[in-house]
Every structure is written in C-alpha cells, then in structure tokens.
C-alpha cells in the first residue's frame, strides 16, 4: 500500500502535531502500508519524512522514496544528497520529461496522488499548491486524512 503527503510548504510543526503525524503513519503500517512518497518541498513534507526514517528502525520493511518533479543541476545535487545520507531508500521521477518546469511540481503532485492509496494531509486554508492537490485528490476519490483541524471541502 503507498502513502503519499500533502500539506503547506510554510507550516509550524509543534509537538502535537509530530505526534499525529508519527501516531497516523504508524497506523497505516500497522495497517498494511509499506510504500511512502514524499515530495520533499516544505515543513509537512520534511515531518512526514523524518518521521518515516524513524519509524523504519521499527518496521524494517517500509521504504520511502523522494519523488523529484525534475531533474536539473540543482536538483541533481540534491539527489546526490538523498542518496548518501540514506533518508530516503530512493527517488522516483515520473515520466514529466514534457512538461514544462513551471508545471513540473503541480504534475509531480497529481503522480502521487494517482500512485497513493492514502493521502495523509494537513490543509488548513483554500488557496495554494497544497490545497489544489488535495481537491485534485478529492476529484479522484482517494482516501484522505487530514491532520489539520480545519475540515475543507
């Protein structure tokens, strides 16, 4: 089963909600999830994964794997990175070769979403990137979790 992230690249992550994210993903494990793709932009994103990297220790099985929109000097870079510190047991690029870098991330996020069996989430206004993948969940009747304590439509 695979898991993907959605939420705001520009968010505070207290301790109560490391703990819902830590207590949600150890649900879906529990539960038969044993792929998790992370888009890697942004505070949820980086919770979400760190808190994968963890859980691994526990459940020897899960693998986690970065899913880059791109691949440029800089991103290439990055991967490099992923690559030596182990975070991730991958990366992943979708087949975006033709789609032009100002949309790259937007169709990442719908990749993911078609992937995923679950979107763990945290959304809590309606505007921005976040917000249109998790409607484009929505749109494909996907299971979403919401960690956010406001319920969007």
Do not use: Q
Request: with cysteine.
């Amino acid at each position: 089963m695979i898991i993907t992230f959605i939420g705001h690249g520009k968010l505070s992550i207290e301790e109560s909600l490391k703990a819902k994210i830590a207590k949600t993903i150890e649900n879906c494990i529990k539960n038969g999830a044993d792929t998790f793709y992370c888009g890697g932009y942004g505070a949820f994103d980086y919770a979400c994964a760190k808190t994968v990297n963890e859980l691994k220790a526990k459940y020897p099985e899960v693998k986690s794997f970065y899913i880059t929109p791109y691949i440029t000097d800089g991103v290439r870079e990055k991967l490099k990175y992923i690559e030596e510190s182990k975070f991730y047991d991958g990366t992943i690029y979708p087949e975006l070769e033709n789609v032009p870098l100002k949309f790259a991330i937007s169709k990442r996020n719908e990749s993911m979403i078609d992937s995923a069996d679950i979107i763990i989430a945290f959304i809590d206004h309606h505007f921005g990137g976040a917000y249109t993948s998790f409607r484009y969940a929505k749109r494909r009747k996907k299971t979403i979790i919401n960690l956010s304590p406001i319920t969007l439509d």
